[in-house]
C-alpha cells in the first residue's frame, strides 16, 4: 500500500490545470513503455474540471487518443445521454473533441441499455468487461489501470462508495450496484475499493472548502467504512491534489513543506 502523498495548488483552476498536466505526461509516458494507456475517470465538480482542462491544453495533443482506454470509476445508474451521468458530463468536457477509439471507451451501463433497471445486472457486465481487460497474466480481476481519478465527496464518498453502506464493505467483487445513496440518484454502480487497489496510481481530487473536513478525516487516520477516501490507494502511488481551501483543516504535520 503506498503512502498519500499531497500537492496543494493555489485554487481549483490552477489545480485542475496541473492535474491536466500530471495527466498527459503520465499517459504519454505509459504509452511510451507499454504500448498504451488506461485511464478511470471520475465524475462531479473537480473530475470534469480537470477534464476541462485538459480539453483546453494544447499538450493535449501529445498523447495518442487511439491507444488511450478510459473507464469510469462509478456512474449514476440513468438513462443514456442523461445530463446527470458521468460519461455524459464527460464527452461535455472533453470526449468529443478527441479521436478516442470507441472500442476502447467502458462506460458502464445505463438504466436504459441491455440490463434495463437491473442494476445488480449491470454491474455484473461491468465486472466481466473488466476481467476480459484484465487478462490472465494480471491474477486480477481488473486491469492494472495507470491512473485511477476519484472525486472527494464532502462526506468522504469515492466512486459511489458512501460512509457506512454496503458498497464500502465488498471485498471480493470489483463492481457492486449501489441502492439508497445519500447523494442523488440513489441508484448508482460503483468501483468497490479492491479494484480501486488495482491500479498503479490512484489520484484523488478536491478542491474548495466543502471538502476541507472530509480531507482532513480521511487523511488523519480514519477507517474506510467510516470514511471510504481513506481506503483509496494506488500499488504505486496515492495522490492527493488539492487546493489550499480544501487543505485548510489539514494538521500542520501533514501539510506538505512547499505548499503555498
Ligand atoms: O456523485 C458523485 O460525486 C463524487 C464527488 O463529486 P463532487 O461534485 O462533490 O466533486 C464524484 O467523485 C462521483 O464520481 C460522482 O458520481
Redesign the pocket.
Known amino acids: 500500500m503506498s503512502t498519500p502523498q499531497l500537492v496543494v495548488h493555489r485554487d481549483k483552476e490552477l489545480m485542475a490545470q496541473a492535474a491536466a498536466a500530471r495527466l498527459i505526461t503520465k499517459i504519454v509516458d505509459a504509452q511510451a513503455s507499454r504500448g498504451s494507456a488506461s485511464v478511470v475517470l471520475?465524475?462531479?465538480?473537480?473530475?470534469?474540471g480537470l477534464l476541462a482542462a485538459l480539453a483546453a491544453a494544447p499538450a493535449r495533443d501529445a498523447i495518442d487518443w487511439g491507444r488511450l482506454d478510459l473507464w469510469?470509476?462509478?456512474?449514476?445508474f440513468l438513462p443514456e445521454g442523461d445530463p446527470e451521468r458521468?460519461h455524459t458530463q464527460a464527452r461535455e468536457a472533453l470526449l468529443d473533441a478527441v479521436p478516442l477509439d470507441p472500442k476502447r471507451v467502458h462506460p458502464m451501463p445505463a438504466s436504459d441499455g441491455p440490463y434495463g433497471t437491473d442494476v445488480e445486472a449491470a454491474a455484473e457486465a461491468y465486472a466481466a468487461e473488466l476481467a476480459r481487460a484484465a487478462g490472465p497474466e494480471n491474477h486480477s480481476a481488473a486491469p492494472t489501470f495507470d491512473v485511477l481519478m476519484?472525486?472527494?465527496?464532502?462526506d468522504t464518498?469515492?466512486?459511489?462508495l458512501f460512509p457506512e453502506m454496503p458498497a464500502v464493505r465488498e471485498t471480493e467483487r470489483t463492481v457492486v450496484g449501489v441502492h439508497g445513496?445519500p447523494?442523488p440518484p440513489p441508484t448508482?454502480v460503483s468501483l468497490t475499493l479492491p479494484a480501486i487497489r488495482s491500479a498503479r496510481e490512484v489520484w484523488l481530487?478536491?478542491a474548495?472548502e466543502?471538502?476541507a473536513q472530509a480531507v482532513a478525516i480521511a487523511l488523519s487516520g480514519a477507517g474506510e467504512i467510516q470514511a471510504p477516501a481513506a481506503g483509496a490507494h494506488g500499488r504505486s502511488r496515492t495522490l492527493w491534489l488539492l487546493d489550499r481551501t480544501a487543505a485548510a483543516q489539514l494538521p500542520r504535520s501533514l501539510y506538505p513543506p512547499a505548499s503555498p
Open positions: 471520475t465524475g462531479g465538480r473537480n473530475g470534469n469510469w470509476g462509478d456512474e449514476r458521468n476519484l472525486g472527494v465527496g464532502p464518498h469515492v466512486a459511489s445513496a447523494k448508482r481530487l478536491a474548495g466543502d471538502k
